[in-house]
């Protein structure tokens, strides 16, 4: 039972007392192994001594007591010694109060993205931070290799401490510039937690909330700026759908084949207000036409039928605005409903080999237009590939079953 408290107490609140140390303390590696230490101390003593009332407290004490005296014993960042008394004093009444201590998450999120860190480790850091992602899912997602990405986060780390960057939430002037790595680490924080259906992965367990809730912070702090409206208004859109991705034996179901009954009015609705609201700011950016293509699949909801060139026409805009692999496999399959499988199938050939080797939607639309266009055995070997490239078991069965279908063979 307290083994599981711990691991409640991580998921739940890390980002929250990370960055709450972290903003005193000015040291975010320092902040880490500090509450390492104290989830460690934890495990030891609360299968003893049972679980406290208010374990999140518990934690931010043990966890500022190492700080304080690694800071005594190093004898750096004075400066954060009397930061760092004032949040053992703070720690102390929240011990006995039912208020909980500040969220800082955002502050910590602007701190990652000061221009002085190096554009490519932002979102990264953030990742790792403020919500908790280990570095090598994190080099995944970027395509690199989990030592590399390793050196990339500490490097970004000492420079925090080096460069003796404010801890602080910076001045409203200085918030635009560094909102697009804020909002790319949200919205990969989301899409983690977004594949991980079942929940399986304790690490990614609760990480699509968390994401929302830091949307809905963000657009509280920033409310005139529609891509963080967007944002939040994409991840709502996604997250309306979640009950019905997958059906009552587990199975995965695609987005064609979803029951709308199932999918979440309210959340559609508030999307759609954010959406709208974004709209009239006339700044249209990569995230409103994120949002914009989830509307266009949320009207079915209302009409039966998906508008296919309206879905293409947006992801038309999204790759010249914003060329990622996503969006330009998005966009080919967008066109292959649209304008059929040959349409689809140029599109998803001008993309650069090395860029799509080991990404796993694109050999699943490969095989799925292959099959369309009668390539058979070059359909079994994408389908092949993408089962192989698939972590998640029930679309590893979707696809085997599509499979199936074109050759006959069971995978």
């Known amino acids: ?224 700026e529609p891509e963080a409206l967007g944002l939040l208004a994409l991840m709502l859109y996604c997250e309306s759908r979640r009950d019905a991705r997958r059906g009552l034996s587990g199975e995965y179901i695609p987005l064609s084949e979803q029951e709308t009954a199932r999918w979440s009015g309210s959340m559609m609705t508030e999307a759609e207000r954010l959406l709208h609201a974004a709209a009239g700011m006339k700044r249209t950016g990569r995230f409103q036409l994120e949002a914009a293509i989830q509307s266009a699949h949320a009207e079915r909801a209302r009409t039966g039928r998906t508008d296919w060139e309206a879905v293409a026409l947006l992801y038309e805009g999204l790759a010249r605005s914003t060329p990622t692999i996503g969006a330009l496999v998005g966009r080919a399959a967008a066109n292959a409903e649209a304008r059929g499988a040959d349409a689809g199938w140029r599109l998803l050939q001008e993309i650069r080999g090395d860029a799509v080797l080991n990404y796993q939607p694109y050999w699943a639309l490969a095989a799925h237009l292959l099959r369309l266009l009668g390539r058979e055995d070059e359909a079994v070997a994408a389908y092949g590939r993408a089962i192989r490239l698939c972590q998640d078991q029930a679309m590893r069965g979707f696809l085997a079953l599509q499979a199936v279908r074109s050759d006959g063979r069971v995978w």
């Open 1 to 224: 039972m307290s083994h599981r408290a711990v691991e409640r107490a991580v998921r739940d609140s890390y980002g929250r007392l990370l960055a709450y140390l972290s903003m005193r303390s000015r040291d975010v590696a320092a902040a880490e192994d500090a509450l390492a230490d104290a989830f460690h101390a934890a495990l030891e003593t609360w299968p003893h001594s049972g679980v406290p009332e208010r374990p999140e407290a518990w934690l931010l004490t043990a966890a500022r007591r190492r700080l304080i005296d690694g800071a005594r014993h190093a004898r750096v960042q004075a400066a954060a010694l009397p930061l760092l008394q004032a949040a053992a004093e703070e720690a102390s009444e929240l011990m006995g109060s039912a208020a909980g201590f500040p969220d800082e998450r955002l502050g910590l999120l602007f701190v990652c993205a000061h221009p002085a860190i190096a554009v490519t480790a932002r979102t990264p850091l953030m990742l790792q931070t403020v919500l908790g992602l280990d570095a090598a899912r994190i080099a995944s997602a970027f395509l690199l290799k989990p030592s590399a990405m390793g050196q990339r986060l500490a490097r970004a780390k000492a420079k925090i401490r080096d460069a003796r960057i404010a801890f602080e939430l910076p001045e409203a002037a200085e918030l635009p510039p560094r909102l697009d790595a804020v909002l790319e680490a949200i919205y990969a924080a989301y899409g983690s937690g977004w594949e991980d259906v079942a929940g399986a992965d304790p690490r990614r367990r609760g990480l699509a909330a968390e994401a929302l809730e830091l949307g809905r912070l963000l657009v509280r702090l920033m409310p005139e």
